[in-house]
């Protein structure tokens, strides 16, 4: 991907989820919503505070986090689907346990 973003904002490819619930009946595509956990593509620089000093990010490459319903901007981007946001939009950080990495 050829495309860096500036200040503050990063770019996120939404994680898709299971097609199925639990109980095992198939979820059409109409009736999904939209992810709201995604995996950080690109970073930017970082914010400025007053003093002109850069404020780095939290986030950072491969990070997955989870953001708001309504948060960022969707782009096509090499024919991939992406969202480009703030750091702020982002609620947190997904962090995997070890026997969530054995599994996969």
């Known amino acids: 991907m050829a495309f860096k973003p500036l200040h503050d904002r990063v770019v996120v490819r939404r994680v898709e ?12 595509d109409t009736a999904k919503e939209k992810p709201m956990e995604g995996e950080i593509i690109a970073v930017g620089p970082g914010g400025r505070d007053e003093a002109g ?7 950072k490459v491969g990070d997955r ?22 750091e702020s939009d982002i609620m947190g950080i997904v962090e995997t346990t070890a026997a969530a990495r054995k599994a996969a």
């Not at 000093?53 to 986030?59: A, C, N, S």
């Open 65 to 86: 986090v989870l953001f708001g319903k309504w948060s960022g901007t969707e782009v096509k981007i090499d024919g991939t689907d992406l969202l480009i946001m703030k």
């Open 17 to 28: 989820e299971e097609q199925k619930t639990k109980g095992g009946i198939i979820i059409p």
């Open 53 to 59: 000093k850069r404020i780095p990010l939290d986030v």
